[in-house]
C-alpha cells in the first residue's frame, strides 16, 4: 500500500564514505510524517546536530500489527525489514546500532518503546516524550477469555474497566479495546509486542535493553504510570540504562514534547 515518508538531510552534503547518525521519529495519535514539521524546530536540531531524520506515517496504529485489517497493516514489518534497509541502500546514513536512536511523543512514545523492545540491538538509545505505557497486569484476570467475549465484556460496561488515560470515570477507549482484541485470546495479546508493559521486563532480564530517555510532565495523564515505570525499571535492576526528565506542573503538552527532542539529541550528544 501507499505510505508516505519524509527524509531530512543536513544542508552541507555528506562527504565521500560519510555515514551519518539517523534519528527516527514517530509522530503521535492523528498525525503523520509531516507533524513534527508543523511543531518541531527540526531546522534548528539539525542545525546543531549533524544527522538524519527519518518521518514515516503510522495512521492510529500505535505502530502495531492489524493484521486483520484491509490486506493487512504490518507497520512493525514494515519499518523493520523495508523502511530501514531502503534508508540505509538510499541515503549515505550508518546501519550501525550506535548511530540510531529511535524517538517518538505520545503514541509515538509508546511506539518508540515497542519497537524498541522487539529490536533492541538496532537502536544506540530511544526516547519516549508523555507516552502512553499500556499497563495490562489488569488483562492477566481474563487471561484465558477470548477476545470476542472480552470485548463483549467490555461493551457492555467499559467502565468497569481501566483506561490507558488514567480518567476512570471513562472507562476503556474503543481504541485500547481494539489493540487488545485484535487477537485471538487475551493470552495471546499479552504474549505479544503490543504488550510493552509485558515485554519490557523480558529485554532488561536478557541485558539488551537499550539506553532510554524518560520525558513526562507531572500534570500529564500518564505521569503515573511514568512513576510506576521508573519504579519498575528500578526493581528489575535496569535504572541506570534510564533517564527520567520528569516536568513540574507540565501537561500533556505538544511544546514540551518538541522541546524535549531537542533535549534527546543534546543528551546523547547525537
Known sequence: MPTDVTV???DEPAAEGEKLKTVWLLHGACGDHRSFLATADLDEMMRKHRMAVVLPSALNSDFGNYEQFGTGYNFPAFFFEELMPFIYATFPVSSAKEDNYLAGVSMGGFGTFSLGLQRPEKFAALGVMGASLRESDFLKDYIDMDSTEFRKLVLADRKAFPTEYGRAEEGM?????NVITKYPTIRDFLASPDAMWERFPEVAVRGELPEIYVACGT???FYPATVRLQKRAEELGV?????????EGVGHYEDFFDAEIGCFLDYYQI
Open 239 to 247: 535504572a541506570d540504562r534510564m533517564f527520567f526528565k520528569i516536568a
Open 219 to 221: 500534570a500529564d495523564l
Open 8 to 10: 531530512l538531510l543536513p
Open 173 to 177: 477507549k474503543l481504541k485500547e479495546l
